[in-house]
């Protein structure tokens, strides 16, 4: 068995009904395979849904969990992202607490270095948005954690469409 675990990304094309994101996450759970993430959402065509899922496995692994997943009805497509150019982005928010004066200017800082968005301002504290990949976002929220004790992270699953160039997400 090959040891190479490595992260994997999957963009499924599923009917848009009840059942059908409880049953792909079934599998994952039934299967003991981890989901890091899962972010899902109708498509142009409202019957249609897309998720974008990411876990991270051996080539062995992930060969069974997209023949598992195609064997679903209610898959109607399967997209093994892991080697292809893509496009990813997830969204991140991050929300400090207790901001001296001198907090909010860093902050403003970090937000102008890392394209994020102040999207909420209050006495004490400040609401950033970010919208950019997964390791950027790990490391914002790295950077964060050692400069602030006070800090509410909340982030999205990964939302990924196959690049039109030669572009890497």
């Known amino acids: 068995m090959d040891n190479n675990l490595k992260k994997r990304w999957i963009s499924l094309y599923v009917e848009n009904q009840v059942g059908v994101l409880s049953k792909i996450s079934g599998?994952?759970?039934?299967?003991?395979?981890?989901?890091?993430?899962?972010?899902?959402?109708?498509?142009?065509?409202?019957?249609?849904?897309?998720?974008?899922?990411?876990t991270v496995s051996d080539d062995e692994t992930f060969e069974q969990i997209k023949k598992q997943l195609n064997r679903l009805v209610e898959v109607i497509?399967?997209?093994?992202?892991?080697?292809?150019?893509?496009?990813?982005?997830?969204i991140l928010y991050i929300k400090v607490r207790k901001?001296?004066?001198?907090?909010k200017v860093e902050l403003f800082q970090i937000a102008e270095t890392f394209k994020a968005r102040v999207i909420d301002y209050g006495?004490?504290?400040?609401?950033?948005?970010?919208?950019?990949?997964?390791?950027?976002?790990?490391?914002?929220i790295k950077l964060m954690k050692e400069e602030f004790k006070n800090i509410e992270v909340v982030r999205g699953g990964s939302v990924g469409i196959e690049s039109i160039s030669m572009m890497e997400r």
């Open 27 to 54: 599998l994952f759970s039934g299967k003991s395979y981890n989901l890091d993430s899962l972010t899902v959402g109708t498509t142009e065509d409202p019957t249609i849904s897309r998720m974008t899922i990411a």
């Open 77 to 90: 497509k399967v997209i093994d992202f892991t080697d292809i150019f893509v496009r990813m982005k997830e």
């Open 99 to 103: 901001c001296t004066q001198e907090d």
């Open 123 to 140: 006495k004490d504290s400040l609401l950033l948005e970010f919208v950019q990949t997964a390791a950027k976002n790990d490391a914002v």
